[in-house]
């Protein structure tokens, strides 16, 4: 089976630009999470969806943060204006949601590097 | 003072060392304890997975939680250099999917 999917899996912006990352989770996962990964602050929730829809976006640091998930099998997190402070490693993860005999295992993507000059 | 606190370390050990990984947390609302693996670049992988208070075994790794004292641990016994990782301990109550990981502590077994 096919893990999460991400891409692109490297990426060098210069400030003002605008990125955008990508997921597919695996197919039959209706839980899909962005997690951002710093040495500082370590791994960070950004925003949460269940069945497509946000549930808790209360981790995005700020306006330029935007994450979509347009179907069940696709979303996209997108910075704009990028900077330099968004350097890190975006990670896409998916689960099943809690309340169906499954322990809510995060099941993670090798990561997006963001790099802002 | 955040949710869940890890010592990142970097923790090194000759090979067939035991090795103790531990996290405190603060939220008594954390119910299911799990600890992740991460190799260099790449993701998170589940490696335990306990609910509650109590010890669980797989192998060389033992997880134990004791949530009077809201402290967590990984024991790897009889350590392997394919055990150099980063560990990252992650905790969730029990209506929600979100985890709440820690620091991640970065281990290196030398042969």
């Known amino acids: 089976d096919a893990g999460v999917i991400q891409s692109p899996r490297h990426e060098v912006t210069e400030m003002g630009q605008e990125v955008t990352l990508r997921c597919k989770p695996i197919s039959g996962h209706n839980s899909l999470f962005w997690y951002r990964q710093t040495m500082m602050r370590g791994l960070e929730l950004l925003i949460y969806?269940?069945?497509?829809?946000?549930?808790?976006d209360s981790g995005m640091p700020e306006d330029r943060f935007s994450a979509k998930m347009p179907n069940a099998s696709f979303s996209t997190l997108k910075i704009q204006p990028s900077e330099p402070r968004d350097s890190a490693v975006y990670f896409c993860?998916?689960?099943?949601?809690?309340?169906?005999?499954?322990?809510?295992?995060?099941?993670f993507g090798e990561g997006s590097r963001l790099t802002v000059l | 003072q955040k949710e869940v606190e890890q010592d990142p370390g970097p923790l090194s050990v000759p090979e067939g060392a035991i090795v103790s990984l531990n996290c405190t947390y603060s939220n008594s609302a954390f119910q299911y304890f799990m600890w992740y693996r991460q190799y260099s670049r790449k993701g998170p992988e589940l490696l335990m997975y306990t609910y509650s208070s109590g010890n669980k075994e797989d192998g060389r790794f033992t997880a134990q939680v004791d949530k009077s004292s809201k402290y967590i641990s990984l024991f790897i016994r009889d350590s392997q250099p394919s055990d150099s990782a980063t560990y990252l301990c992650?905790?969730?109550?029990?209506?929600?999917?979100?985890?709440?990981f820690g620091q991640g502590t970065i281990l290196t077994v030398h042969p």
């Open positions: 969806f269940n069945n497509n829809v946000p549930i808790d």
């Open positions: 992650a905790m969730r109550g029990t209506s929600y999917g979100k985890l709440t």
């Open positions: 993860a998916s689960s099943l949601a809690l309340g169906q005999g499954n322990t809510g295992e995060l099941f």
